[in-house]
């Protein structure tokens, strides 16, 4: 089947979920948001529902703070799509505080372009099952695996960096709650689809999530690489 671009462009017009912390105000997911949290989920390793919960949960409670969008954010925390360690970049330049070391290693640069210049058909034949996993997401139709969770490491990293964090997960990566989340509500964090429903209480069906990923791929086209991360 061959879709126009008429037809993406009224499929834009849908309204994908939206982030709440607590009482907070809700935070509208856009395409640019899903593309760019896809690259993310599928390079970080890992479980990619816990990938998405846990930026998500941090995203919303403080990320929101020092950044105007989710895709901002996540180019900022995850290091696989983060414009600093790319072979221009701050970090890894030449002058780069990391230049010459592992982090910034031919393999890794390498790793980090596929990763930011994914398409959106690029992420569906990488991992189809992952990709059928975001749009659940992004259409509150996901679970939360990771209540409390605002961040992840590899389970070493996390035991040497992070001595008091609490696992909530260990799959592929350690999925952990810090000391100001770890006594938040299980439900502190939710995205809520535009007509009301919670994650998980809410179906998408086939003909809307493929005409959504349509939508996601034209954002993925035209959304610019302009992110100058700061502080997560």
């Known amino acids: 089947m061959v879709c126009s671009f008429p037809v993406v462009e009224r499929n834009r017009r849908l309204r994908w979920g939206q982030l709440r912390a607590g009482q907070g105000k809700p935070y509208q997911l856009t395409g640019a948001d899903v593309i760019w949290v896809a690259r ?13 919960w846990t930026l998500s949960q941090r995203f919303a ?11 901002d954010f996540v180019q900022a925390f995850s290091q696989p ?21 592992r982090w910034c290693s031919s393999e890794l640069l390498a ?17 189809p099952e992952a990709t059928a996993t975001v749009l659940r997401w992004a259409n509150a139709a996901l679970s939360n695996p990771v209540p409390r969770a605002v961040n ?10 992070f001595p008091n964090a609490t696992v909530v ?21 939710v995205i809520t689809a ?20 349509l939508a996601v791929a034209r954002d993925a086209m035209i959304y610019p690489w302009r992110v100058m991360p700061r502080s997560v």
Do not use: K, M
């Not at 360690?85 to 070391?101: K, L, N, Q, S, W």
């Not at 790793?111 to 058909?121: I, L, Q, V």
């Open 194 to 213: 535009p007509g009301g429903a919670r994650a998980a209480a809410s179906g998408v069906s086939a003909a809307d999530t493929s005409l959504q990923a």
């Open 40 to 52: 993310a989920a599928l390079y970080e390793g890992g479980d990619v529902a816990a990938t998405l």
């Open 169 to 189: 997960l260990e799959s592929g990566n350690a999925y952990f709650a810090e000391s100001w989340s770890v006594r938040w509500a299980r439900d502190h964090v």
């Open 61 to 71: 409670s403080v990320g929101r703070r020092n950044y105007a969008t989710f895709a």
């Open 111 to 127: 790793r980090r372009n596929e990763a930011r210049t994914a398409s959106w058909s690029d992420l569906q034949r990488r991992n």
């Open 81 to 101: 799509i983060n414009p600093r360690y790319t072979e221009e970049g701050a970090y890894c330049r030449p002058g780069g505080r990391a230049h010459g070391t």
């Open 152 to 161: 992840f490491a590899v389970p070493s990293l996390v035991a040497q960096n």
